[in-house]
């Protein structure tokens, strides 16, 4: 396993992050536990979670997925100790005590109320990293630092980070962190893939400059970067509300990748991950398996994409022209 740091921190996480999204849906307990084993076997140390995680629609329940990771911890052995977890606040947690309160948002009060909320479940007296799930417009950011610092100057956290954000949104949170001796976000997480490449322009550019790692969800383009469009899919994949309603234009493109992919002898999973991979300004690229079979995105370590390959995915899926040198002077 490749391990870097995570911006200007001095800690180092693995290039690929376990993502728990599917534990509790898609996954059950006992196949949840069996994929965190396997990760850390494999040397991944990095795992992500959110509060609201367990639930989608109507469909189960909101915090679920951190619960059995805190099972899994509670099982010993050293599993909570190799793991730099992360862990989300914002959403609604569907919870009738927080009344009007109940929405999406940051306030000093959600945020002691949720975060002290996921260290039950996740049975344990701290995290490694929280993210601002979204950004949040009405609080101030004097009001969210301070939230944050009690369970900073606590031990209950050590890092925050922002999700979701815009690149003008993480200057906001850097510039007040610095005015007030404060550190500020180490890390974004945000979408980025060949089929999503306008992060190039701005979010990822901000990010290397200020210091901050960059995390990546959704490598697959919700699965459509995964070759299902070739097989059978099941119900309870992402790609399944895809299936046989792509456009011409982009299964022609699709197409296309699966082509270089077959020269390459890899899958599209593989070389889309190892694409992301490539770019410097990426720390991680958060895996979310179903099954532990799918742990096998490890492999898109393995191998490096030759120039003539990555010049054919631009041709295929083009990225974004940097603004004239004079206009970014």
Known sequence: MEYTYLGATGLKVSRLCLGTMNFGLNTDEKEAFR??????????NF??????????????????????????????????????LATKVFADMHDENDGPNGGGGLSAYKIRRHLEASLKRLQTDHVEICYMHEFEPHAPWEE????????????????????NFAARQICYAHSYAQTTNRLGPVVSQHRYNLLSRLPEIELNPTCQELG?????????GMGKLSGSYRKTISENQRSH?????????????????????????????????????????????????????????????????????????????PGYDPAPGVYRR
């Open 35 to 44: 994929i965190m084993d396997a990760a850390l076997d494999a040397g991944i």
């Open 47 to 84: 795992f992500d979670t959110a509060n609201m995680y367990g639930s989608r629609g109507s469909v189960g329940r909101a915090g679920l997925t951190e619960e059995i990771i805190g099972r899994w911890f509670k099982q010993g052995g050293g599993r909570r100790e190799k793991v730099v």
């Open 144 to 163: 969210l630092y301070g939230a944050f610092d009690v369970f900073k100057n606590a031990g209950k956290l050590d890092y925050i980070g922002c999700s």
């Open 212 to 220: 901050l790692g960059v995390v990546i969800f959704s490598p697959l």
């Open 241 to 317: 509300k895809f299936d046989g309603k792509l456009e011409p234009e982009l299964l022609a493109k699709l197409q296309g990748f699966s082509e270089i992919c077959d020269r390459l002898g890899e899958s599209e999973a593989h070389v889309a991950v190892n694409w992301i991979l490539s770019n410097p300004a990426v720390t991680s690229v958060i895996m979310g398996p179903r099954t532990v079979e799918q742990l096998d995105t490890i492999h898109a370590l393995d191998f490096t994409i030759p120039e003539e390959c990555m010049r054919e995915l631009d041709a295929i899926f």
